[in-house]
């Protein structure tokens, strides 16, 4: 599409768009643990490190795209093995001033993932210095790789009860909501075009009743 | 069940110390293993063989090397990257994989499980004492000697009460042990990505170049602390190039070859082994003997004594002297002594077996056919002769030496002055 009709407010209204659909509606979160390799003792022969210092971990709302775990039994038993793939949104993260990496890791429920590629998605209409997001692709990091405690709703497994996500909370451009800092920005809003709204962000509880989106509030 | 960590020993017991019973006093050397050869391995390309490209500007850069083992993070985030701003690999690249372990090395490398190996000898701490003790250098005034000037043996050159020469002979001795190396194979694979056929030349020109023996096609190489293996590359360099399938592929030439490093593990330090390095001192000897002579002068050899005795006094040693020599009829101690600076080693008439002591029930050594030349008076006559013996036999067990009279000299008085 020529430059002409896709002018830096198109772009901007196309990415707010996407912000919403993220991080306003579907509500999907993970959570990024950058490896500190400038801190981390590597092995200067072998290049890995068994004990990896990383930086806190990052919450980043995403499109998950999840996949049951592959299941290879053998005669030592069975062995349960998840991939995933992540879409994350390219101007959210150059908003926060944040760059994905390979070898990172991510998690998402209680399982960890090695990041095993970051691959830019597309660009907007042709645009080479405007693309929509990138897709993780991650290999579940087996116990040993990483070793932390998981964050965010889990699911029920054989030994712990499910985690149960306690209230959902839009963002809409808002510096803050009841759950803290956003860190959002929405460019339409913050270049004037568009107003603040005016109901601000509505949240779901886990009561089962109290929905901003059915006028419980 | 156990393995050679756990095995029971008892004193006294007759079975092979495997090296890791509880005798002997723990010390610490540095260790060796597979890791060690990986890393001397490594350094053989990326330090001591000087891989360089020349790049369009005239630029000298060094080309990366790459052990093919390294997590997705570290790779990416080297200090020196191996990948441009977009990902991409840069080439020139050498990439070094270890392809295989064997757990068995050349038969004329491996050495048999002994047990145990001794890899050091030398003076005890306490050998000063002892030596006081003894007065082995027949001083006059030593309050604490055990035995009499007079009932001494010779000493030593000495100087103004210097020791102008070493002179082992009875002492106290620590020997340090390990148990017997495990000897391995490893084989790595090198490949050498580049671009040009040029750069790739450069290479392959600068690895065939370097190899210590030519034609072996060997390189030593040596770990941080000390050890050292032979690197035996095969004599096939292996191309493998796109050039035959440039429309799908671009255009990278590959050449691979092939290494075998024959090593061994030494004191692995590890969760759960003990430390197998042991030092043990020899028991104090007590021996009753009368000694009166001079050994013939030490034979020295054309060959380096590798016999550890041959290096007790290494640590006195300088680089000018000479190395100990091995010869038949020579003892190591001998030739330590003469190596660390002796003249000529003036030991004691008893023959090349030093294991005489006083409870020693071992196995009797024999030994035949060693000179002595004994300077003694003739007990009828009176006169100075000097008699040359040689000996039969020599028996631990029983203390006994049986010596025969091959030659009777009569001595003057200038003889024995001159002497």
């Given at each position: 599409m020529?430059r ?8 901007d ?18 959570y990024?643990?950058?490896v500190r390799?400038d801190?981390t003792?590597?092995?200067?022969i072998y ?9 806190p ?5 995403a ?9 290879k039994?053998n ?10 793939e992540?879409?994350?949104h390219?101007r ?15 998690s ?5 993932f ?7 998605v ?11 997001g990138y897709?993780?692709t991650?290999?579940?990091a ?20 499910p985690?149960?996500?306690?209230q959902?909370?839009?963002?809409r451009?808002a ?11 929405r ?10 709204p ?6 779901v ?13 | 069940?156990?393995?050679r ?5 008892k ?5 092979i110390d ?14 060796c ?6 890393r ?14 020349a790049?369009?500007d ?9 052990f ?17 701003k ?8 050498v ?11 050349d ?6 499980d002994i ?6 000898r030398?003076l ?9 003790l003894?007065n ?14 007079e ?26 042990t390990?148990p017997?190396p495990?000897?391995?194979?490893l ?9 040009y056929?040029?750069?790739s ?6 690895i ?18 000390g050890?050292?293996f ?8 292996s191309?493998d190039?796109?050039f035959?399938?440039?429309t799908?592929?671009?255009r990278?030439?590959?050449?691979s070859?092939?290494a ?5 593990i030494?004191?692995?330090?590890l ?8 030092k043990l001192s ?10 009166n002579?001079?050994?013939d ?5 054309n ?7 041959g ?15 091995q ?19 003036a ?12 409870g ?16 003694t ?5 009176g006169q100075?002769?000097?008699i040359?013996?040689?000996a039969?036999?020599?028996s ?7 010596l025969t ?13 001159s002497?």
């Amino acid at each position: 599409m020529a430059r002409l009709f896709i002018t830096p407010r198109e772009i901007d209204f196309i990415s707010d768009l996407n912000k919403e659909i993220v991080k306003d509606i579907i509500g999907q979160k993970i959570y990024y643990y950058p490896v500190r390799a400038d801190i981390t003792s590597i092995h200067d022969i072998y290049e890995e490190s068994i004990e990896k210092i990383f930086d806190p971990p990052v919450e980043i709302d995403a499109l998950v795209d999840w996949s049951p775990a592959e299941i290879k039994t053998n005669k030592f038993g069975t062995d349960k093995f998840h991939n995933i793939e992540v879409r994350v949104h390219a101007r959210d993260l150059s908003d926060k001033n944040f760059r994905m990496k390979m070898g990172d890791f991510i998690s998402y429920g209680s399982i960890f993932f090695e990041l095993t590629q970051v691959n830019t998605v597309s660009k907007i209409f042709g645009q080479v210095e405007h693309v929509t997001g990138y897709k993780l692709t991650g290999k579940q990091a087996r116990e040993g790789l990483i070793d932390k405690k998981p964050l965010g709703p889990q699911a029920l497994t054989y030994d712990t009860e499910p985690v149960v996500q306690e209230q959902f909370v839009q963002q809409r451009g808002a510096e803050q909501n009841d759950l803290g800092p956003t860190n959002d920005r929405r460019e339409l809003q913050a270049d004037g075009k568009l107003d603040t709204p005016l109901t601000g962000p509505k949240k779901v509880t886990n009561d089962g009743v109290s929905s901003s989106f059915y006028g419980d509030e | 069940m156990s393995t050679r960590f756990n095995t029971k020993r008892k004193y006294g017991d007759k079975s092979i110390d495997l090296g890791y019973s509880e005798t002997g006093e723990r010390v610490d050397v540095p260790s060796c293993g597979i890791e060690d050869i990986d890393r001397a391995f490594f350094n053989l390309f990326d330090k001591d063989i000087p891989i360089v490209y020349a790049k369009k500007d005239g630029e000298i850069k060094k080309v990366p090397i790459i052990f093919s083992t390294g997590e997705r993070f570290a790779i990416n985030r080297r200090k020196e990257p191996v990948r441009d701003k977009n990902g991409a690999l840069i080439i020139p690249l050498v990439t070094i994989s270890r392809t295989g372990l064997d757990q068995k090395a050349d038969r004329l490398v491996e050495m048999g499980d002994i047990g145990t190996i001794d890899i050091k000898r030398r003076l005890s701490k306490e050998d000063a004492v002892y030596q006081r003790l003894i007065n082995s250098q027949n001083f006059k005034n030593v309050d604490e000697a055990t035995s009499r000037r007079e009932n001494q043996t010779s000493a030593g050159r000495t100087l103004g009460g210097r020791l102008l020469e070493p002179s082992l002979g009875v002492g106290i001795y620590e020997t340090i042990t390990i148990p017997t190396p495990k000897f391995f194979t490893l084989t790595y694979e090198i490949t050498l990505w580049t671009q040009y056929v040029q750069h790739s030349n450069d290479i392959l020109t600068l690895i065939m170049s370097s190899y210590h023996n030519v034609k072996a096609r060997t390189c030593r190489i040596e770990t941080d602390s000390g050890y050292w293996f032979v690197a035996t590359f095969d004599s096939d360099i292996s191309t493998d190039n796109t050039f035959d399938n440039m429309t799908d592929d671009e255009r990278v030439i590959k050449n691979s070859l092939k290494a075998t490093v024959q090593g061994f593990i030494i004191n692995p330090k590890l969760p759960g082994i003990p430390s197998g390095v042991r030092k043990l001192s020899s028991a104090t000897q007590i021996s009753f003997e009368i000694i009166n002579g001079v050994n013939d002068q030490v034979q020295r050899g054309n060959v380096q004594d590798m016999r550890i005795d041959g290096h007790i006094l290494d640590n006195i040693a300088t680089v000018d002297d000479p190395v100990p020599l091995q010869a038949i009829g020579s003892s190591p101690s001998s030739q330590s002594a003469m190596a660390a600076g002796g003249l000529q080693t003036a030991g004691t008439s008893k023959i090349l077996n030093p294991d005489t002591s006083v409870g020693d029930t071992g196995t009797s050594s024999t030994m035949v056919n060693s000179v002595t030349r004994t300077l003694t008076e003739d007990p009828i006559t009176g006169q100075q002769v000097e008699i040359t013996l040689k000996a039969r036999r020599v028996s631990n067990a029983h203390g006994e030496e049986v010596l025969t009279n091959i030659r009777k000299t009569f001595k003057t008085n200038n003889d024995l002055k001159s002497r």
